[in-house]
């Protein structure tokens, strides 16, 4: 009789224990194989408009592909594109002095992520970070041996953040700090008065600012204060942009980088050898998303507004639940604590059975960091009827649960 062969001994590289994953792309996963079994499921857990591409950038795409822009570019993107990407910028944000020299263009925005840890981050440098906030800044700080200091977000104020809770975290050890404004849970938004401060502090410590501003079209009451309105700061600089939200573009994986040029040669190597570059011919149709017709960009951010005070208004019809309206973005980020800490249950829990006996696909606030706990996170990038559908689960779901 023939011994049987020995078991195959994985060796996976220690950085990969406890990297965790995003929790979106993880309950959808689950959701879709509900509906495999005939269930009928309420999408609020993904970040991802609902709407398809606006026409005129599909077209543009389509001419590109008719034109020849099959091949290889430049990694940092091509040259035209992106001196027309920091046109975009300039206008955009309302700045000068950007140009193509400082701007990359890359295969969707969380490459940006994590090829700005790559370059910045050695093992044992401070990296601070909101709590909660989008988990693939905590995987590139986990991925190059970054040690992760969490700055709380707290209901209370909005979702900004405390100056002397900011001030204590900062040291000598501080590289980087990852921030998102509109943001990526709660829809909070910083002012200018926030992105000041965090300059002042980087230019006594000598770190660096991630600004991921995608969301800033999605600001509803006022204006988006950007890290580019910081006057001379661009050194300490990498702000992030991209397609996917504004112009419904999250398969096309099209972002870009606006930052000096010392850190434009420093990620266009690390483009180089991750993924020699990005698509030509989405290259041209995001100048088009960027410079050409608007129309399509605007009835989506229409939309989410309206789509905002029907969750948020319907989730503070609930008895228990409370849920401030967001500034940016598009999620809502109810407080439910009443139904998990005060019934010693976990948002994680209350998640998974909201979306199992209810048909409700969310997050917890978890999936986002331990200050989340007690809350979930939903998407409005769905339609109003789908939207209701959801609350009126909801509401069947907390009058069970009270």
Same mark, same amino acid.
């Given at each position: 009789?023939?011994?049987?062969?020995?078991?195959?001994?994985?060796?996976?590289?220690?950085?990969?224990?406890?990297?965790?994953?995003?929790?979106?792309?993880?309950?959808?996963?689950?959701?879709?194989?509900?509906?495999?079994?005939?269930?009928?499921?309420?999408?609020?857990?993904?970040?991802?408009?609902?709407?398809?591409?606006?026409?005129?950038?599909?077209?543009?795409?389509?001419?590109?592909?008719?034109?020849?822009?099959?091949?290889?570019?430049?990694?940092?993107?091509?040259?035209?594109?992106?001196?027309?990407?920091?046109?975009?910028?300039?206008?955009?944000?309302?700045?000068?002095?950007?140009?193509?020299?400082?701007?990359?263009?890359?295969?969707?925005?969380?490459?940006?992520?994590?090829?700005?840890?790559?370059?910045?981050?050695?093992?044992?440098?401070?990296?601070?970070?909101?709590?909660?906030?989008?988990?693939?800044?905590?995987?590139?700080?986990?991925?190059?041996?970054?040690?992760?200091?969490?700055?709380?977000?707290?209901?209370?104020?909005?979702?900004?953040?405390?100056?002397?809770?900011?001030?204590?975290?900062?040291?000598?050890?501080?590289?980087?700090?990852?921030?998102?404004?509109?943001?990526?849970?709660?829809?909070?938004?910083?002012?200018?008065?926030?992105?000041?401060?965090?300059?002042?502090?980087?230019?006594?410590?000598?770190?660096?600012?991630?600004?991921?501003?995608?969301?800033?079209?999605?600001?509803?009451?006022?204006?988006?204060?950007?890290?580019?309105?910081?006057?001379?700061?661009?050194?300490?600089?990498?702000?992030?942009?991209?397609?996917?939200?504004?112009?419904?573009?999250?398969?096309? *994986?099209?972002?870009?980088?606006? %930052?000096? #040029?010392?850190?434009? !040669?420093? @990620?266009?190597? +690390?483009?180089?050898?991750?993924?020699?570059?990005?698509s030509s011919f989405t290259q041209i149709a995001g100048e088009e998303a960027?410079?050409?017709?608007?129309?399509?960009?605007?009835?989506?951010?229409?939309?989410?507004?309206?789509?905002?005070?029907?969750?948020?208004?319907?989730?503070?019809?609930?008895?228990?639940?409370?849920?401030?309206?967001?500034?940016?973005?598009?999620?809502?980020?109810?407080?439910?604590?009443?139904?998990?800490?005060?019934?010693?249950?976990?948002?994680?829990?209350?998640?998974?059975?909201?979306?199992?006996?209810?048909?409700?696909?969310?997050?917890?606030?978890?999936?986002?960091?331990?200050?989340?706990?007690?809350?979930? *996170?939903?998407?409005?990038?769905? %339609?109003? #009827?789908?939207?209701? !559908?959801? @609350?009126?689960? +909801?509401?069947?779901?907390?009058?069970?649960?009270?």
């Amino acid at each position: 009789m023939e011994a049987a062969k020995p078991m195959f001994a994985h060796r996976i590289a220690e950085r990969m224990q406890g990297c965790g994953t995003e929790g979106a792309f993880v309950v959808l996963a689950e959701a879709r194989k509900l509906e495999a079994e005939g269930r009928e499921i309420v999408h609020l857990q993904i970040g991802e408009p609902d709407f398809d591409t606006p026409r005129n950038i599909i077209d543009r795409a389509h001419w590109a592909l008719d034109n020849g822009w099959t091949h290889y570019s430049p990694s940092a993107g091509i040259l035209e594109m992106r001196e027309r990407y920091a046109e975009f910028v300039c206008k955009q944000y309302g700045v000068s002095g950007i140009s193509g020299k400082n701007i990359v263009i890359m295969p969707g925005a969380k490459p940006i992520c994590f090829l700005t840890g790559l370059a910045l981050i050695d093992p044992g440098d401070e990296v601070i970070l909101f709590d909660p906030t989008y988990p693939a800044y905590d995987a590139a700080i986990h991925l190059t041996g970054g040690i992760a200091k969490r700055l709380p977000l707290k209901e209370e104020t909005g979702f900004r953040f405390d100056h002397d809770e900011l001030a204590a975290l900062v040291s000598d050890k501080t590289k980087l700090f990852f921030l998102n404004s509109p943001q990526n849970p709660t829809g909070g938004v910083l002012t200018r008065e926030d992105l000041e401060y965090i300059a002042e502090l980087a230019r006594r410590h000598n770190f660096y600012v991630f600004s991921d501003e995608i969301y800033n079209r999605f600001v509803y009451e006022g204006d988006h204060a950007s890290i580019l309105h910081v006057p001379d700061f661009l050194d300490h600089t990498i702000m992030l942009d991209g397609h996917s939200k504004t112009y419904a573009m999250t398969g096309w *994986r099209l972002g870009f980088s606006v %930052s000096s #040029e010392e850190m434009v !040669k420093h @990620l266009t190597v +690390l483009m180089t050898n991750a993924n020699s570059c990005t698509s030509s011919f989405t290259q041209i149709a995001g100048e088009e998303a960027l410079l050409g017709d608007q129309s399509g960009a605007e009835e989506i951010i229409a939309r989410f507004k309206m789509r905002r005070s029907i969750i948020v208004d319907g989730l503070n019809s609930i008895p228990g639940v409370s849920c401030a309206m967001p500034a940016g973005a598009f999620y809502a980020f109810p407080n439910v604590k009443e139904y998990t800490i005060k019934q010693d249950r976990t948002s994680q829990q209350l998640q998974r059975l909201l979306l199992h006996e209810y048909g409700v696909a969310c997050l917890a606030g978890t999936c986002f960091g331990p200050m989340g706990e007690g809350y979930l *996170r939903f998407s409005y990038a769905n %339609s109003k #009827e789908n939207i209701e !559908k959801g @609350l009126e689960r +909801l509401r069947e779901a907390f009058s069970r649960l009270a």
